[in-house]
């Protein structure tokens, strides 16, 4: 595998991984949002990724979580209904965060990736001008 294929590998990489943190980060940023008990609950973002056959990663659609949420007892909310009840979100807070080092350490090697194989091509280059 040539420097070129590296970067290019290491290149979609970096992309599925900033689109897994943007949409995990719109998760966590709506962790707490609430809604009426009329309306959908807000629905957590999962990046849904794909192979490549040249061995680079794809993001291939969005998917959201779970409309009806959950209820949660709250009468003095404003937007609590007549039985003091507005509909939240059901994500896992603890599976957001798993996933957000995830995608950190994940982005950072591909970083790293990227780093190397600019290193390579720049020590071939270097080999030739001797």
């Given at each position: 595998?040539?420097?070129?294929?590296?970067l290019?590998i290491?290149?979609s990489?970096?992309?599925m991984h900033?689109?897994?943190?943007?949409?995990l980060?719109?998760?966590?940023?709506?962790?707490?949002?609430?809604?009426s008990?009329?309306?959908?609950a807000f629905?957590?973002?999962?990046?849904?990724?794909?192979?490549?056959?040249?061995?680079?990663?794809d993001?291939?659609?969005?998917?959201?979580g779970?409309?009806?949420g959950?209820?949660?007892y709250?009468?003095?909310?404003?937007?609590?209904?007549?039985?003091?009840?507005?509909r939240?979100?059901?994500?896992?807070m603890?599976?957001?965060m798993?996933?957000?080092?995830?995608?950190?350490?994940?982005?950072?090697a591909?970083?790293?990736?990227?780093?190397?194989?600019?290193d390579t091509?720049n020590?071939?280059?270097?080999?030739?001008?001797?």
């Open positions: 595998m040539g420097a070129f294929d590296m290019r290491a290149n990489s970096l992309g900033q689109t897994w943190l943007d949409a980060a719109h998760n966590i940023a709506n962790a707490n949002t609430v809604r008990t009329s309306e959908d629905q957590e973002q999962l990046v849904v990724a794909t192979a490549r056959p040249d061995g680079g990663v993001v291939s659609g969005i998917e959201l779970d409309a009806e959950i209820l949660e709250a009468p003095d909310h404003p937007l609590a209904d007549e039985d003091g009840y507005v939240a979100p059901a994500m896992d603890s599976v957001q798993t996933s957000l080092v995830q995608a950190q350490r994940g982005f950072q591909s970083v790293q990736v990227t780093k190397t194989a600019q091509y020590a071939a280059l270097q080999i030739g001008q001797r």
